[in-house]
């Protein structure tokens, strides 16, 4: 497996150009399965999972193609409704092709994704919605085997998710927008990712409305139709380079985004002793001494995003004072902590909350990334504090999320470098 050689230690200073948000291509990659003509979608970002959806997609015997940043498809010659374990396995938002395939093939056969480090990650929200609208649905063998009900359509209905799910959302306003009648749907997730994918229904010929609210009401069409579209930014890349300027009294500008995208975000930063300055598609943030501790819980948007936290925990590890941090979305989501008290943060962890103690400085050490967003907090505190060199093992998860990370960490002034296995 790669590693990263990180020398501590460097103030992470520069511009760094954002991605489309890969929280955002994923299901957006998944409702073009629904367009009966060929859609364009711009800004995907070069990823490991979208490379892994697309292959899925493609195993349908649906044409998708890539070209640089920009995904076309058609789902002209679609041979089949079914998506392995194998692929699902290694990518968990591949339910999201459930949805769509239900809605408008009236069948899917989609493996049930595996937990992950952070969770077991349950689909039951969105299995409970398609029963809801008339489907069967069985799980045998590790698979989801969904039947329209006769006549093969879905039908419209009335919907309250028990918490609020993103991935929940996401599945079902797609199937609900080819659904026969109306869809009334309570307690939905707000992300900018789930507005995105919303956005790009219409522009298909969907009719959605309270879009960004946590009700959305989706009239049902018989046809949608392709489209050209743009991935919305990287809010949590954003705050993931933004969050380096923290650490090492930097100054980083991020282009290509948008402040609307992480408020909460920005507001914590400020309280650290930031200074965030904004237009309409950039954000630049500085400090010139150690943050402030903070306290923060996580929360659906519009609170603190749950793949910011271990971001933030990062630089409460070099605040001049006491952090509360309390995890409120996944049940297992501290795996960073032991890896950043291994480079001398003091962290204690009881149940979903953890205290962090801000020290000086950290101390370069061998560290293993667990999942995507820990792997990026422990390489922002390696290469932004750390003296000395700092191995990091495991780094595909970076791989997963991270668009050209090695390239955008160096033009902030990070030494880094790739040791390939
Ligand atoms: C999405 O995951 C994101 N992934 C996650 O980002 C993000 O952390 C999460 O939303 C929360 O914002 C993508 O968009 C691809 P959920 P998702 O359904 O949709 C429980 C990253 O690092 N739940 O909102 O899987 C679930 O266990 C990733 O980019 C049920 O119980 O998250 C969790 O505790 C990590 N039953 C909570 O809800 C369900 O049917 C929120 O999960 C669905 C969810």
């Known amino acids: ?218 009239e049902g069409v018989d046809e949608l139709y392709g489209c050209e579209y743009s991935v919305v930014a990287d809010r949590i890349e954003t705050g993931s380079y933004l969050a380096g300027a923290l650490m090492t009294c930097g100054d980083v500008l991020t282009k290509n985004t948008s402040p609307q995208l992480l408020h909460p975000v920005l507001k914590k930063f400020e309280a650290m002793g930031a200074t965030i300055s904004s237009g309409e598609d950039w954000i630049r943030a500085k400090i010139d001494k150690r943050p402030q501790p903070v306290d923060i819980r996580t929360q659906p948007h519009p609170g603190f995003p749950t793949d910011m936290q271990a971001q933030l925990m990062a630089i409460c590890c070099l605040a001049d004072g006491t952090s509360t941090i309390i995890e409120n979305i996944f049940e297992n989501r501290y795996m960073h902590v032991p890896e950043l008290k291994r480079l001398g943060a003091n962290i204690k962890v009881d149940g979903h909350t953890a205290i962090v103690k801000g020290v000086e400085k950290f101390t370069a050490a061998p560290v293993m990334a667990t999942d995507l967003r820990a792997s990026m907090s422990l390489v922002m505190a390696a290469a932004a504090a750390a003296e000395g060199e700092s191995l990091i093992d495991r780094i595909y998860h970076i791989d997963r999320g991270y668009e050209d990370v090695e390239n955008k960490l160096r033009g902030l002034g990070v030494n880094i470098e790739r040791i390939k296995a």
Do not use: W
């Open 1 to 218: 497996m790669d590693q990263f050689l990180i020398k501590g230690s460097s103030r992470i200073a520069g511009e760094v150009t954002i991605s489309g948000a890969k929280n955002a291509a994923l299901p957006l990659l998944a409702a073009m399965i629904l367009a009966k003509t060929p859609t364009t979608l711009h800004n995907v970002p070069l990823l490991q999972d979208v490379r892994t959806l697309i292959k899925l997609i493609s195993g349908m015997g649906i044409v998708i193609q890539r070209e640089g940043a920009t995904v076309t498809c058609n789902t002209k010659t679609i041979d089949s409704y079914y998506a392995p374990y194998e692929l699902v396995r290694t990518m968990r938002a591949s339910i999201l092709v459930l949805g769509p395939l239900l809605a408008r093939f009236g069948e899917a056969e989609v493996s049930l994704p595996g937990g992950c480090a952070i969770g077991s990650r349950p689909v039951d929200q969105h299995l409970k919605a398609f029963e809801a609208m008339g489907a069967t649905i069985k799980v045998e063998n590790g698979y989801v085997k969904a039947q329209a009900p006769k006549g093969g359509r879905l039908i419209g209905c009335d919907f309250t998710f028990d918490m609020v799910t993103v991935g929940g959302t996401e599945n079902v306003i797609m199937a609900a927008a080819l659904a026969k009648g109306t869809t009334r749907l309570e307690n939905c997730a707000r992300e900018p990712e789930v507005v995105d994918l919303a956005n790009m229904l219409v522009a298909m010929g969907a009719k959605i409305s309270g879009i960004g609210t946590a009700n959305m009401t989706i």
